[in-house]
């Protein structure tokens, strides 16, 4: 599992850097990923981590590949979030999803006044999605700089459909894309005994059902459409360790992308009052 102690000497890290190289990086508008995840049960098959796993990997993997075209430094994850209380039907960590918005948007404005101008969250968890935009809308009104929200299972969306060999409706909580890409991380994963029962069936003109699938013309939560049996939303069964390759390798170039598309683009200055936090 990659750690920020993975290695002392690994300066993609935020948090092995001392105060003058993050005062030095700021300066020269180096980019800044904070990995969001979320310690939750993942059915029977995956670790409780995955959320986070797949954040700080997909983070850690494009920093390294940008090769300091630009600078990027990974801040340190965060793993706990917003869960709805449906998750209390097994092991799962809740924060309310205030607490968790403020916490994102007390990291990014620390971030904004030490200097750093381009923040972009890696976000991994379903419904962190609208927690880390309402985060992003905090921290521009607080401070003038807008905050990129990103998810790694929409930048990889069209490797993975290429390739799929689940249903639509197979992709979405610790179906095929998460186990594809735990198996491909390494991780221990005992497929016995899984199938498709927990498939979603709401997928059609309203609903996507399947996160792969994108959000819908409406929001709908899945978890108050269908119960699930095993804690599992979509196929797990099919997944395979080369789907999970070729479809983190296509989220990384894709981060690679985003990272360089936001150092290029020209922040105009905001014009409305900017107060400094009282606090
Ligand atoms: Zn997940």
């Not at 300091?68 to 960590?93: C, E, I, M, R």
Request: charged share 15%; aromatic share 10%; net charge negative.
């Amino acid at each position: 599992m990659p750690t920020n102690t993975d290695s002392t000497a690994d300066s993609i890290y935020y948090a092995n850097c001392n105060r003058n190289e993050i005062a030095r990086a700021a300066a020269s508008g180096a980019i800044l990923l904070l990995p969001f995840g979320q310690t939750e049960q993942h059915g029977p098959h995956l670790p409780v981590g995955c959320d986070t796993f797949i954040a700080e990997r997909a983070a850690a993997a494009a920093a390294r590949e940008c090769n300091n075209d630009p600078q990027v430094l990974v801040l340190p994850p965060v793993p706990y979030g917003y869960n709805p209380k449906s998750l209390q039907n097994w092991p799962s960590f809740r924060v309310r999803w205030e607490i968790t918005a403020g916490y994102i948007a007390d990291i990014c404005t620390s971030a904004v006044e030490m200097g750093f101008s381009r923040i972009i969250i890696v976000s991994t968890h379903g419904p962190h999605g609208d927690v880390a935009k309402i985060a992003a809308r905090e921290v521009f009104d607080r401070t003038g700089t807008a905050v990129v929200v990103s998810m790694p299972h929409a930048l990889g969306a069209s490797a993975f459909k290429s390739i799929r060999k689940s249903a639509i409706g197979g992709a979405s909580h610790a179906g095929e894309y998460e186990t594809s890409l735990m198996l491909h991380f390494g991780y221990p994963v005992d497929l016995s005994g899984m199938d498709g029962r927990d498939t979603v069936v709401h997928c059609n003109e309203w609903v996507a059902g399947d996160f792969i699938n994108g959000s819908g013309k409406i929001s709908w939560s899945t978890w108050g459409l269908q119960i699930s049996e095993t804690g599992v939303y979509g196929d797990p069964s099919p997944a395979s360790k080369a789907t999970g390759e070729a479809v983190f390798s296509a989220i990384v170039q894709e981060y690679v992308n985003l990272i360089r598309y936001v150092r290029d683009t020209e922040l105009p200055p905001q014009t409305f009052p900017i107060y400094p936090r009282s606090w």
